[in-house]
């Protein structure tokens, strides 16, 4: 038997010609696809809603006959809600851990909550970010988040809001390696007419370096505002 017999019969065929127009229509479907499930993602829709588009625009470009997700455990909820966050889709991260905590599929504790407040943050949503740190700083009552949750209303020009929040996190001595929540403290009851209490925290904010000058200036604008009150 010759080795002629085992040659490859489609080594003769011609190669089949590219449509360039075919790949340029390829190339827009796909564009498309990549903008509208990108779109989808940063949306504020429910899960639920969320992978019900996403399979039906993945299976539709690959010409499967079906597709699934399965986020069984919060292991994976949660995995899928940092995923979010490296992908820097944060908006996307807190609509999910807020419907998940909110139908129990996740705790209600101290680390889903600071996370739920810190992805607000990143997505720029202040109010729904103090809300969170409130939530925390109640069910913790940690220094820590009040100060985090009075300098957001600090930020926003909140001034009773804020003096409130920094006045919890500096109670009984708390926060000494932040001087600067003296400070905030400080200028935040300046603006809310609080002049004994804008006088001792800016008196501890002196006691710093780092905002001994700050905390000076301010004192100084408190004491000219006083000398013309009493005039």
């Known amino acids: 038997m010759s080795t002629s017999e085992y040659s490859n019969p489609s080594s003769s065929e011609q190669p089949v010609a590219v449509d360039p127009e075919a790949v340029q229509r390829a190339k827009r479907e796909i564009q498309g696809l990549i903008k509208e499930i990108s779109d989808l993602s940063r949306s504020e829709v429910s899960p639920e809603d969320f992978y019900d588009g996403l399979l039906n625009k993945v299976v539709a470009a690959l010409a499967a006959p079906c597709g699934a997700v399965w ?26 851990l807020q419907e998940q905590m909110a139908a129990g599929a996740i705790p209600h ?26 939530e925390l700083a109640t069910l913790t009552n940690d220094p820590s988040a009040y100060y985090r949750l009075g300098y957001i209303y600090f930020t926003q020009e909140k001034w009773d809001a804020a003096s ?9 001595g708390a926060l000494q390696d932040k001087p600067d929540a003296w400070l905030l403290l400080g200028i935040s009851a300046y603006h809310n007419q609080e002049t004994a209490t804008a006088t ?9 370096e780092s905002t001994r000058q700050q905390a000076q200036w301010w004192l100084n604008k408190l004491g000219g505002r006083m000398e013309q009150d009493s005039g």
């Open 200 to 208: 001792r925290a800016l008196n501890q904010a002196l006691n710093h």
């Open 109 to 134: 504790n101290r680390d889903n909550l600071e996370l739920l407040a810190e992805s607000w943050q990143l997505a720029r949503e202040n109010d729904k970010a103090a809300a969170a740190f409130t």
């Open 164 to 172: 409130k929040a920094l006045a919890a996190a500096v109670k009984n």
């Open 71 to 96: 986020i069984i455990a919060e292991s994976g909820i949660l995995q899928l809600i940092r995923l979010c966050l490296n992908e820097k889709l944060p908006q996307r991260a807190a609509v999910l």
